[in-house]
C-alpha cells in the first residue's frame, strides 16, 4: 500500500508532501505504464498542490486505480485511454 495516500478524508494532510505549499482539490489524468501498455485514465479526482504541481489520491481513489490496472492489463495491447468511472 502506497503511504502517500492514507487519512480519513482526502490526502490525510493539509499541505504539499514535497514542498509544503497549498493543496486543492483537482481533477487529472492519471498515467500507469506498464512493461509491454500505456494506460491513461482521464478525468481521476486528486489534491494537488498549487505550488509545485504534485498529485495525490486518496485511499478509496487509489484502490479504484488499482483495480482499473488490474482489469486493462490483460485487455491492453500498447495504448489504452479510458475514464474514471463516476462514483
Ligand atoms: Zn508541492
Known sequence: MDRRVCGKKGVGFMNCFYCKGALR?????????????IIIVKGVPCTECTQCGAVFYDNAVALRLE?????????VTEVAIVNYPAA
Open 25 to 37: 482539490d483537482g481533477v487529472t489524468a492519471h498515467v500507469i505504464k506498464l512493461k509491454s501498455c
Open 67 to 75: 483495480g482499473i490496472v488490474k482489469e486493462m492489463k490483460t485487455a
